[in-house]
C-alpha cells in the first residue's frame, strides 16, 4: 500500500511540502526559544520570557484554528499552500533584523502562527483529492508519522545548526524550506472546493455551534475526556520541558542549550519515538489505559529524577545520568500520547472525528496555556529543578486519581 502510494507524484509533492513546512516550523520555534532566553539570561524574568514566546505559538490556534479549517473549505487549497508558505517565509526573515527585540519577535511569532492555522487544514482537506480512496489510510499514517517525526528532527537540530553555524543560518534555512514547500504546492493540481465564496456570518455562526456541540459531547463521555485529559497532559508535559530547558541548561551543565541540546532535548526525542513504536508494535494488544497509566508514573519519576539529578554535578557519569533521565521522560510522553490518540481515534465516530480533533486542538492550547505561564514565573521565582520536582509530584498525585477514578470505565481497546 505504502509503495503504491509512493509512486503517486501528487501525494510527494504534498507530503514532502508538510515535511519542509513542519521541520521549518519546529527549527525555528525552538531556535527562537534559545535566543529570547539568552536575551532574557540576565534579567529576572528569563524563563517568563520563554513562557510568554510558547504562548504566542500557541494563542493563534485557539483563536484561529477552527475558524480557518472552515474558511479553508471555501478557498482553492493550492492557492492557500502557496500563499501561507510564502508568507512565512518572508515573515521569517525580518527576524535577522528584529531578533533582538522581544515585543517584535513575539509579534512575528504570532503571525506565522496564525498563517499555519490556515496551513495545516488546506493541507489536510487538500489530501482526499490527490489520492485514491483505497491509498487514504496510508496517506493519513504517513501524514501522523510527518507530524510526530518533525517535531523530533526540528527540535532536535536547532541546537546543533545554531552551535555550529550561528542563529542566522537557522533564519534562512527556515525561510529556504517553507519557499520550497510553496514550489512543491504550486506544482499541485487546482484544488478548488464545490462552494466558493466565504459568508463570514454564516460560517462563524456555524462554527460556534459546532463548537459547543462538540464540546458537550466530549465533556459527557467518560470514553472521550478520558483520552483528551490524557493528550492535554502530554502536551503540557512538552510545553512546560520546552519552557524550562534553556534554564536547565545552564543549571545543570553551565552552558547555552544550543550547545548541550544533544543532552537535553534530543535524547527525550529518541525516546519519545520509542515510545510511540512501542505502543504501536509490541503493544498494540495490551490495554491502552493500562499503558497511559505506567507512562503517567514513569513521567512522575522522570520528572523528579532530572530535578533530584542536579544534587549529583560533578560525578563522572552525571551526563549519563541526564541522558537516561531525558529518554525516560520523552518515552512516558509516547506512551501516554499514542495510547491516548488511539482511544480518541476509537471512541469517536466518523461523524464526529473530525469536529472532536479540532475542538480538542483548540482545548488543548487552553489548558496548556495556564501551565506553561506558572512554570515560566514560578522557574524565575524560585529554579528549574524545583518547578520540575513540583511537575513530577503534580502528575504522579493526578495518575494515582485517574486510576481511581477512571479504572472502571469500559473503553473499546481499553
Known amino acids: 500500500?505504502?509503495?503504491?502510494?509512493?509512486?503517486?507524484?501528487?501525494?510527494?509533492?504534498?507530503?514532502?511540502?508538510?515535511?519542509?513546512?513542519?521541520?521549518?516550523?519546529?527549527?525555528?520555534?525552538?531556535?527562537?526559544?534559545?535566543?529570547?532566553?539568552?536575551?532574557?539570561?540576565?534579567?529576572?524574568?528569563?524563563?517568563?520570557?520563554?513562557?510568554?514566546?510558547?504562548?504566542?505559538?500557541?494563542?493563534?490556534?485557539?483563536?484561529?484554528?477552527?475558524?480557518?479549517?472552515?474558511?479553508?473549505?471555501?478557498?482553492?487549497?493550492?492557492?492557500?499552500?502557496?500563499?501561507?508558505?510564502?508568507?512565512?517565509?518572508?515573515?521569517?526573515?525580518?527576524?535577522?533584523?528584529?531578533?533582538?527585540?522581544?515585543?517584535?519577535?513575539?509579534?512575528?511569532?504570532?503571525?506565522?502562527?496564525?498563517?499555519?492555522?490556515f496551513f495545516t487544514p488546506a493541507e489536510g482537506a487538500a489530501l482526499p483529492k490527490l489520492v485514491k480512496p483505497q491509498q487514504f489510510l496510508a496517506a493519513n499514517s504517513l501524514f501522523l508519522f510527518t507530524l510526530y517525526s518533525s517535531f523530533v528532527i526540528g527540535y532536535s537540530l536547532a541546537g546543533p545548526v545554531i552551535a555550529a553555524f550561528g542563529g542566522p543560518a537557522v533564519y534562512y534555512l527556515v525561510s529556504a524550506s517553507f519557499v520550497l514547500a510553496a514550489l512543491l504546492s504550486w506544482f499541485l493540481p487546482k484544488l478548488r472546493p464545490s462552494e466558493v465564496g466565504i459568508n463570514f456570518a454564516a460560517i462563524n455562526k456555524q462554527v460556534f455551534s459546532t463548537i459547543r456541540s462538540s464540546m458537550r459531547q466530549i465533556f459527557t463521555s467518560q470514553k472521550l475526556i478520558f483520552p483528551i485529559i490524557n493528550l492535554t497532559i502530554g502536551q503540557m508535559m512538552i510545553n512546560v520541558i520546552a519552557v524550562l530547558a534553556p534554564g536547565l541548561a545552564l543549571m545543570l551543565f553551565n552552558q547555552s542549550l544550543a550547545v548541550v541540546s544533544v543532552k537535553?532535548?534530543?535524547?527525550?526525542?529518541?525516546?519519545?519515538?520509542?515510545?510511540?513504536?512501542?505502543?504501536?508494535?509490541?503493544?498494540?494488544?495490551?490495554?491502552?489505559?493500562?499503558?497511559?497509566?505506567?507512562?503517567?508514573?514513569?513521567?512522575?519519576?522522570?520528572?523528579?529524577?532530572?530535578?533530584?539529578?542536579?544534587?549529583?554535578?560533578?560525578?563522572?557519569?552525571?551526563?549519563?545520568?541526564?541522558?537516561?533521565?531525558?529518554?525516560?521522560?520523552?518515552?512516558?510522553?509516547?506512551?501516554?500520547?499514542?495510547?491516548?490518540?488511539?482511544?480518541?481515534?476509537v471512541n469517536s465516530t466518523d461523524e464526529q472525528r473530525g469536529k472532536i480533533f479540532g475542538t480538542l486542538n483548540m482545548m488543548m492550547n487552553i489548558a496548556a496555556s495556564v501551565p506553561v505561564l506558572l512554570a515560566g514565573i514560578t522557574a524565575d521565582?524560585?529554579?528549574?529543578?524545583?518547578?520540575?520536582?513540583?511537575?513530577?509530584?503534580?502528575?504522579?498525585?493526578?495518575?494515582?486519581?485517574?486510576?481511581?477514578?477512571?479504572?472502571?470505565?469500559?473503553l473499546k481497546n481499553s
Not at 500563499?83 to 527585540?101: D, K
Not at 524545583?386 to 470505565?409: D, E, P
Open 1 to 117: 500500500m505504502y509503495a503504491q502510494l509512493l509512486k503517486n507524484k501528487n501525494f510527494l509533492k504534498i507530503w514532502s511540502a508538510q515535511l519542509l513546512s513542519q521541520i521549518a516550523s519546529n527549527l525555528l520555534n525552538f531556535a527562537l526559544i534559545i535566543r529570547i532566553f539568552d536575551l532574557a539570561a540576565h534579567t529576572p524574568f528569563a524563563n517568563i520570557s520563554v513562557s510568554l514566546l510558547i504562548l504566542s505559538f500557541g494563542i493563534p490556534s485557539i483563536i484561529f484554528a477552527v475558524l480557518a479549517g472552515a474558511y479553508v473549505d471555501h478557498l482553492d487549497r493550492r492557492k492557500v499552500l502557496v500563499i501561507t508558505n510564502i508568507a512565512r517565509a518572508v515573515l521569517v526573515l525580518f527576524f535577522l533584523l528584529f531578533e533582538n527585540n522581544i515585543f517584535v519577535v513575539f509579534g512575528l511569532v504570532f503571525c506565522i502562527s496564525t498563517l499555519s492555522q
Open 264 to 345: 537535553l532535548i534530543v535524547p527525550a526525542a529518541i525516546g519519545m519515538i520509542a515510545g510511540a513504536v512501542v505502543v504501536g508494535q509490541f503493544l498494540k494488544n495490551s490495554k491502552k489505559t493500562k499503558i497511559i497509566t505506567l507512562g503517567i508514573a514513569l513521567a512522575a519519576v522522570m520528572l523528579i529524577s532530572i530535578s533530584g539529578v542536579y544534587q549529583l554535578r560533578g560525578m563522572a557519569y552525571f551526563s549519563y545520568l541526564v541522558v537516561g533521565f531525558s529518554i525516560g521522560l520523552g518515552f512516558a510522553n509516547g506512551l501516554v500520547s499514542v495510547s491516548a490518540q488511539t482511544l480518541l481515534q
Open 381 to 410: 521565582l524560585v529554579s528549574p529543578v524545583t518547578v520540575l520536582s513540583g511537575a513530577g509530584v503534580l502528575i504522579g498525585l493526578y495518575g494515582i486519581y485517574q486510576y481511581k477514578v477512571f479504572s472502571g470505565i469500559d
